[in-house]
Protein backbone atom coordinates (compact mmCIF):
# COMPACT_ATOMS: atom_id res chain seq x y z
CA UNK A 1 0.00 0.00 0.00
CA UNK A 2 1.51 3.64 -1.01
CA UNK A 3 1.45 5.97 2.15
CA UNK A 4 2.51 9.55 2.08
CA UNK A 5 4.88 11.78 4.75
CA UNK A 6 5.01 15.05 5.61
CA UNK A 7 7.31 15.53 8.55
CA UNK A 8 6.26 19.40 9.28
CA UNK A 9 3.26 19.73 11.03
CA UNK A 10 3.21 23.18 11.68
CA UNK A 11 4.96 25.92 10.26
CA UNK A 12 5.72 29.60 10.71
CA UNK A 13 7.59 31.94 8.79
CA UNK A 14 8.25 35.70 8.17
CA UNK A 15 6.95 37.29 4.97
CA UNK A 16 9.41 36.96 2.16
CA UNK A 17 11.15 33.73 3.92
CA UNK A 18 11.99 30.95 1.59
CA UNK A 19 9.98 27.53 2.28
CA UNK A 20 10.65 23.92 1.81
CA UNK A 21 8.09 21.75 3.15
CA UNK A 22 8.95 18.13 3.20
CA UNK A 23 7.12 14.92 1.34
CA UNK A 24 8.29 11.64 1.05
CA UNK A 25 5.89 8.74 0.10
CA UNK A 26 6.47 5.02 0.19
CA UNK A 27 5.78 3.08 -3.28
CA UNK A 28 8.09 1.27 -5.51
CA UNK A 29 6.37 1.36 -8.68
CA UNK A 30 5.25 4.52 -11.07
CA UNK A 31 3.97 7.69 -9.07
CA UNK A 32 1.86 10.50 -10.17
CA UNK A 33 2.69 13.60 -7.28
CA UNK A 34 0.46 16.14 -6.14
CA UNK A 35 0.62 19.04 -4.03
CA UNK A 36 -2.71 20.55 -2.70
CA UNK A 37 -3.17 23.79 -1.22
CA UNK A 38 -6.62 24.72 1.13
CA UNK A 39 -6.92 28.27 2.47
CA UNK A 40 -8.86 28.97 4.96
CA UNK A 41 -12.52 28.83 4.24
CA UNK A 42 -11.73 27.41 1.11
CA UNK A 43 -11.74 23.97 -0.58
CA UNK A 44 -8.77 21.57 -1.74
CA UNK A 45 -6.80 23.31 -4.97
CA UNK A 46 -4.79 21.64 -6.95
CA UNK A 47 -1.22 23.36 -6.80
CA UNK A 48 1.45 21.63 -8.97
CA UNK A 49 1.69 17.81 -9.80
CA UNK A 50 4.63 15.88 -11.30
CA UNK A 51 3.22 12.85 -14.11
CA UNK A 52 6.70 12.53 -15.81
CA UNK A 53 9.21 14.58 -17.81
CA UNK A 54 11.03 17.18 -16.11
CA UNK A 55 11.35 16.49 -11.93
CA UNK A 56 11.24 20.11 -11.12
CA UNK A 57 7.67 21.14 -11.70
CA UNK A 58 6.21 24.07 -11.05
CA UNK A 59 2.37 25.29 -10.19
CA UNK A 60 0.46 28.39 -9.24
CA UNK A 61 1.57 31.10 -7.23
CA UNK A 62 5.23 30.79 -7.61
CA UNK A 63 5.26 27.55 -6.38
CA UNK A 64 7.89 24.75 -7.19
CA UNK A 65 8.38 20.99 -6.43
CA UNK A 66 11.13 18.47 -7.07
CA UNK A 67 10.69 15.08 -7.55
CA UNK A 68 13.60 13.41 -6.12
CA UNK A 69 13.18 8.97 -7.19
CA UNK A 70 15.91 8.01 -5.45
CA UNK A 71 14.49 9.52 -2.34
CA UNK A 72 10.94 8.53 -2.71
CA UNK A 73 10.74 12.67 -2.29
CA UNK A 74 8.43 15.55 -3.79
CA UNK A 75 9.56 18.56 -1.85
CA UNK A 76 7.46 21.77 -2.22
CA UNK A 77 9.13 25.18 -2.27
CA UNK A 78 8.81 29.09 -2.76
CA UNK A 79 11.47 31.38 -2.45
CA UNK A 80 9.81 34.04 -0.75
CA UNK A 81 6.44 33.52 0.93
CA UNK A 82 3.45 36.36 1.30
CA UNK A 83 0.96 36.38 4.10
CA UNK A 84 -1.22 35.52 1.46
CA UNK A 85 0.28 31.91 1.65
CA UNK A 86 -1.10 31.27 4.98
CA UNK A 87 -2.98 27.93 4.38
CA UNK A 88 -2.57 24.08 4.70
CA UNK A 89 -0.59 22.32 2.12
CA UNK A 90 -0.96 18.52 1.28
CA UNK A 91 0.87 16.49 -0.57
CA UNK A 92 -0.78 13.23 -2.71
CA UNK A 93 0.35 10.66 -4.42
CA UNK A 94 -1.20 8.06 -6.63
CA UNK A 95 0.16 4.96 -8.93
CA UNK A 96 0.53 5.60 -12.33
CA UNK A 97 -2.90 4.40 -14.17
CA UNK A 98 -5.01 4.09 -10.64
CA UNK A 99 -7.03 7.11 -9.89
CA UNK A 100 -7.27 6.54 -5.97
CA UNK A 101 -5.25 9.39 -4.21
CA UNK A 102 -3.38 9.28 -0.83
CA UNK A 103 -2.74 12.04 0.89
CA UNK A 104 -0.16 13.45 3.58
CA UNK A 105 -1.27 14.35 7.07
CA UNK A 106 -0.64 17.92 6.04
CA UNK A 107 1.14 20.52 7.34
CA UNK A 108 -0.27 24.36 8.03
CA UNK A 109 1.92 26.95 7.35
CA UNK A 110 1.44 30.40 8.90
CA UNK A 111 2.74 33.49 6.97
CA UNK A 112 3.93 36.29 10.00
CA UNK A 113 3.34 40.09 8.18
CA UNK B 1 -11.54 25.02 -15.09
CA UNK B 2 -13.19 22.07 -13.71
CA UNK B 3 -15.65 23.02 -10.87
CA UNK B 4 -17.25 20.10 -8.31
CA UNK B 5 -19.87 21.85 -6.11
CA UNK B 6 -21.52 20.13 -2.98
CA UNK B 7 -25.27 20.50 -1.39
CA UNK B 8 -25.59 21.31 0.92
CA UNK B 9 -22.53 23.07 2.57
CA UNK B 10 -23.84 22.49 6.03
CA UNK B 11 -26.69 20.59 7.59
CA UNK B 12 -27.48 19.94 11.19
CA UNK B 13 -29.18 16.65 12.13
CA UNK B 14 -30.75 14.56 14.61
CA UNK B 15 -29.64 11.29 15.65
CA UNK B 16 -31.28 8.52 14.05
CA UNK B 17 -32.21 10.51 10.46
CA UNK B 18 -30.89 10.23 7.30
CA UNK B 19 -28.66 12.83 5.59
CA UNK B 20 -28.40 12.77 1.36
CA UNK B 21 -24.75 14.91 0.49
CA UNK B 22 -24.88 15.80 -3.36
CA UNK B 23 -21.66 16.18 -5.32
CA UNK B 24 -21.98 17.13 -8.87
CA UNK B 25 -19.38 18.09 -11.79
CA UNK B 26 -20.29 21.47 -12.95
CA UNK B 27 -18.35 21.27 -16.62
CA UNK B 28 -16.86 18.07 -17.07
CA UNK B 29 -18.15 14.31 -17.19
CA UNK B 30 -16.61 12.55 -14.20
CA UNK B 31 -16.26 8.91 -14.28
CA UNK B 32 -14.98 8.52 -11.11
CA UNK B 33 -15.91 10.50 -7.85
CA UNK B 34 -14.38 10.21 -4.58
CA UNK B 35 -15.45 11.01 -0.84
CA UNK B 36 -13.54 11.67 1.88
CA UNK B 37 -14.12 12.47 5.01
CA UNK B 38 -11.77 15.22 7.06
CA UNK B 39 -11.49 15.44 10.77
CA UNK B 40 -10.14 18.29 12.65
CA UNK B 41 -6.79 18.99 12.34
CA UNK B 42 -6.15 15.88 10.30
CA UNK B 43 -5.92 14.57 6.36
CA UNK B 44 -8.49 13.53 4.30
CA UNK B 45 -9.62 10.21 4.95
CA UNK B 46 -10.65 8.49 2.06
CA UNK B 47 -14.02 6.76 2.35
CA UNK B 48 -14.87 5.14 -1.21
CA UNK B 49 -14.14 5.49 -4.47
CA UNK B 50 -17.57 5.75 -6.78
CA UNK B 51 -17.94 4.80 -10.87
CA UNK B 52 -20.77 5.58 -12.59
CA UNK B 53 -23.39 3.17 -13.04
CA UNK B 54 -21.29 0.69 -10.54
CA UNK B 55 -20.99 0.01 -7.19
CA UNK B 56 -18.45 1.84 -5.01
CA UNK B 57 -15.43 0.47 -3.54
CA UNK B 58 -15.71 1.03 0.27
CA UNK B 59 -12.14 1.87 1.75
CA UNK B 60 -11.32 -0.79 4.91
CA UNK B 61 -13.45 -0.02 8.30
CA UNK B 62 -15.71 2.31 6.24
CA UNK B 63 -19.93 0.54 6.93
CA UNK B 64 -21.16 0.50 3.57
CA UNK B 65 -24.97 0.37 4.82
CA UNK B 66 -24.00 3.53 7.20
CA UNK B 67 -22.61 5.35 4.39
CA UNK B 68 -24.42 4.66 0.74
CA UNK B 69 -23.19 5.96 -1.91
CA UNK B 70 -24.62 6.42 -5.16
CA UNK B 71 -23.15 7.46 -8.65
CA UNK B 72 -25.88 7.51 -11.37
CA UNK B 73 -24.43 10.06 -13.83
CA UNK B 74 -21.54 11.45 -15.30
CA UNK B 75 -21.91 14.28 -13.00
CA UNK B 76 -23.76 13.40 -9.94
CA UNK B 77 -22.50 11.19 -6.64
CA UNK B 78 -24.60 10.73 -3.75
CA UNK B 79 -23.65 10.36 -0.04
CA UNK B 80 -26.25 9.39 2.24
CA UNK B 81 -25.24 8.84 6.03
CA UNK B 82 -28.20 6.71 7.49
CA UNK B 83 -28.49 6.77 10.94
CA UNK B 84 -26.51 9.36 12.00
CA UNK B 85 -24.83 9.51 15.15
CA UNK B 86 -23.19 11.93 16.60
CA UNK B 87 -19.79 10.49 15.68
CA UNK B 88 -20.65 10.97 12.08
CA UNK B 89 -20.21 14.71 12.85
CA UNK B 90 -17.49 15.68 10.22
CA UNK B 91 -16.37 17.57 7.34
CA UNK B 92 -16.98 15.22 4.03
CA UNK B 93 -15.49 16.36 0.73
CA UNK B 94 -16.03 14.60 -2.57
CA UNK B 95 -13.51 15.24 -5.30
CA UNK B 96 -14.23 14.04 -9.24
CA UNK B 97 -11.87 12.80 -11.86
CA UNK B 98 -12.27 13.35 -15.43
CA UNK B 99 -12.62 11.06 -18.23
CA UNK B 100 -8.63 10.61 -18.64
CA UNK B 101 -7.90 8.87 -15.94
CA UNK B 102 -4.27 10.51 -14.52
CA UNK B 103 -5.19 10.92 -11.36
CA UNK B 104 -5.94 14.47 -10.95
CA UNK B 105 -9.01 15.03 -8.74
CA UNK B 106 -10.97 18.25 -8.40
CA UNK B 107 -12.51 18.79 -5.01
CA UNK B 108 -15.90 20.29 -4.21
CA UNK B 109 -16.48 23.12 -0.99
CA UNK B 110 -17.04 20.36 1.54
CA UNK B 111 -20.24 19.83 3.41
CA UNK B 112 -19.68 20.41 7.32
CA UNK B 113 -22.62 17.75 9.20
CA UNK B 114 -23.11 18.06 12.98
CA UNK B 115 -25.33 15.55 14.27
CA UNK B 116 -27.18 16.39 17.59
Known amino acids: AQSVSQHNHHVILSEAASLELGCNYS??????LFWYVQYPGQHLQLLLK??????LVKGIKGFEAEFIKSKFSFNLRKPSVQWSDTAEYFC???????????FGTGTKLQVIP | GAVVSQHPSWVICKSGTSVKIECRSL??????MFWYRQFPKQSLMLMAT?????????EQGVEKDKFLINHASLTLSTLTVTSAHPEDSSFYIC????????????FGPGTRLTVT
Open chain 2, 95 to 106: SAADRDGLGEQY
Open chain 1, 27 to 32: YGGTVN
Open chain 1, 50 to 55: YFSGDP
Open chain 1, 92 to 102: AVNSGGYQKVT
Open chain 2, 27 to 32: DFQATT
Open chain 2, 50 to 58: SNEGSKATY
